[in-house]
């Protein structure tokens, strides 16, 4: 089982109905990329200097099937949503 974590920093001026946009439209895609075993989103409450707005968690059966995600025309539509009021992004990808 592959994890895979991405971690979002957002500009500024975001505002918070976007994000919750965001988070709604990353659920969404479970009903539409099989691959996806699990999908959590959270949005961070606290705000703080090293406070990340956003982490996904997500798990995959195989580094095929995250490759094959990443690829869907849904997910690369909502990376194209987010990717404008992105600051920073990170992520994890690990075996468990």
């Keep these: 089982m592959l994890q895979h974590y991405v971690f979002i920093k957002y500009q500024e001026d975001t505002s918070d109905e976007h994000i919750q946009a965001f988070k709604d439209k990353m659920l969404a895609l479970k009903n ?15 705000h703080e200097e090293r406070s ?8 995959f ?16 539509a909502v990376v194209q949503f987010n990717g404008p009021k992105v600051a920073q992004a990170g992520a994890l990808d690990c075996h468990i």
Aim: hydrophobic content about 35%; cysteine-free; charged content about 35%.
């Design 52 to 59: 990340w707005d956003v982490v996904l968690n997500m798990q």
């Design 61 to 76: 059966d195989s580094l095929e099937d995250l490759r094959t995600y990443q690829r869907h025309p849904d997910h690369v």
């Design 32 to 46: 539409t990329i099989k691959e996806i075993r699990r999908i959590e989103v959270s949005i961070d409450e606290l």
